[in-house]
């Protein structure tokens, strides 16, 4: 008997938006927004992947790949965005992290998932077939980097503190990790401090802290 699964909150419009682009295998079944705020799909029975190089391939060749054109890249909005967060949390952007931001190459993408961490991915029981839930924003910065960034941040051991996902041993991105990936997870912990905090994660928000003083240290 198939689970329906609920999702109500002010992200649902995005959210549904964001999965119904990506193919139609790499989505939640049965994908639907019965309201305004809510959305629905069918429970897909599995577990979290544990190796990153699965998930990055798939999320390559069905979120990333575009035909037509790219997503549109706006560096200063998304800097605006994390500036304003920060002020917020109290932290202070390192200029030479803001620096990476502006100026390094990022890849182009026909789209991101935004919260490309593998709690956010599905390995269907008896199967290899991943699916993607939970996306979040770019907020201008559509590259694969972000998307990247978040990969990164599962194997910081963020999401296994956070959610119990654990990673195999030896795991590590498929690619190069450059400064624009380390510029990045740090927007990724600032942006995760207000999240932290709603739900009661102090331990969560202790980790991001701790990582966002070790990575600013980088762009000293």
């Keep these: 008997m198939s689970i329906t699964v609920t999702k109500c909150c002010e992200d649902a419009p995005h959210q549904f938006t964001s999965l119904m682009r990506l193919p139609e295998?790499?989505?939640?079944?049965?994908?639907?927004?019965?309201?305004e705020s809510c959305l629905t799909y069918?429970?897909?029975?599995?577990?979290?992947?544990?190796?990153?190089?699965?998930?990055?391939?798939a999320a390559n060749r069905s979120i990333w790949a575009w035909a037509d054109k790219p997503e549109e890249i706006d560096r200063e909005k998304y800097l605006r965005y994390v500036y304003g967060v920060s002020k917020t949390e109290g932290v202070s952007m390192p200029s030479r992290l803001a620096e990476s931001i502006r100026q390094d190459l990022v890849t182009l993408v026909g789209h991101v998932h935004g919260d490309l961490t593998l709690h956010n991915v599905i390995e269907r029981s008896g199967s290899q077939q991943l699916i993607f839930i939970d996306p979040g924003h770019a907020h201008g910065m559509a590259c694969r980097e972000l998307d990247e960034a978040k990969l990164l941040q599962t194997l910081d051991g963020f999401c296994l503190?956070?959610?119990?996902?654990?990673?195999?041993p030896g795991e590590r991105l498929p690619v190069a990790v450059r400064r624009i990936h380390w510029a990045l997870l740090w927007t990724h912990?600032?942006?995760?401090?207000?999240?932290?905090?709603?739900?009661?994660?102090k331990d969560c928000?202790?980790?991001a802290r701790r990582r966002l003083s070790e990575i600013g240290e980088l762009f000293a």
């Design 25 to 35: 295998e790499i989505r939640p079944p049965k994908l639907a927004m019965p309201t």
């Design 42 to 57: 069918e429970l897909v029975h599995g577990s979290h992947p544990t190796r990153i190089a699965p998930v990055w391939d």
């Design 161 to 168: 503190l956070y959610r119990g996902c654990r990673v195999d």
């Design 189 to 201: 912990y600032v942006r995760l401090l207000r999240h932290m905090r709603s739900r009661k994660r």
């Design 205 to 207: 928000e202790i980790f």
